[in-house]
């Protein structure tokens, strides 16, 4: 079984080694989640085990959202993915995972989605450096500068960097090591940083990176 858990982040600290090198931290809520369902080759056409994390009211929820909990005796899910499986699992719908399940597990991938940047210049959206601070550079000086040739082909080309939509999008940060793990709280803490705002839902599984 290819381990994987949802969650939250809760925010970054540091801690220390007997050395006094500082490790930046990340802290994650991670589970309890409850298999909402088991995918099957022989139904669905491929394995995964689809979880569900953090209740929701059911008043908030649809008639799908419910129909679909009751099946396994939960409550509504306010986050819902799945883990993709490279075979059969033993993991039953209706069961809890919680956070042990990383006891073994040395790395993971993290996937959440991006602090949202609104519509952004090149310098923040592409790391531009800009044109210079002096020497007839008037009020130009975030500008991207030229954008293509002239006569030939006398147009824009496809993917050039422009200003425009940053954030808010899929991030995956792979190969995270895990430093510690707290079983009585549902805390896992690994090394580095993670995509999104505190208190952002996030997918975490076991890395497939040698």
């Known amino acids: 079984m290819r381990v994987g858990l949802l969650g939250r982040k809760v925010g970054m600290t540091q801690i220390y080694e007997a050395d006094g090198t500082a490790i930046p931290i990340t802290v994650l809520e991670c589970g309890p989640c409850t ?18 994390f953090d209740d929701k009211k059911r008043k908030s929820a649809n008639q799908a ?5 009751k099946k396994v005796s939960a409550e509504p899910k306010r986050y819902v993915r799945e883990i ?13 995972l919680t956070v ?13 989605t ?36 002239s006569a030939d082909p006398a147009h824009t080309r496809k993917g050039i960097r422009k200003p425009g939509q940053f954030g808010n999008a ?16 549902n805390l896992l803490l690994i090394k580095g940083a993670v995509p999104g705002p505190n208190g952002g839902y996030l997918t975490i599984r076991q890395t497939n990176m040698v």
Do not use: C, W
């Not at 993709?84 to 809890?96: K, L, N």
């Not at 899929?170 to 709280?185: A, C, G, K």
């Open 170 to 185: 899929r991030v995956t940060v792979r190969n995270l090591s895990v430093v510690r793990i707290d079983p009585t709280n």
């Open 84 to 96: 993709r499986q490279d075979g059969p699992t033993e993991v039953a719908e209706g069961q809890t």
């Open 35 to 52: 298999v909402l369902q088991v995918r099957t080759a022989d139904r669905d056409g491929y394995h995964a085990v689809q979880l569900g």
């Open 65 to 69: 959202e419910r129909g679909h909990a």
């Open 114 to 149: 991006s602090k949202g940047r609104g519509f952004s210049g090149v310098v923040k959206r592409h790391g531009f450096k800009g044109l210079r601070a002096s020497h007839g550079v008037k009020r130009m000086h975030r500008h991207p500068g030229s954008s293509g040739p």
């Open 100 to 112: 042990e399940l990383f006891n073994e597990i040395k790395h993971v991938d993290v996937i959440g």
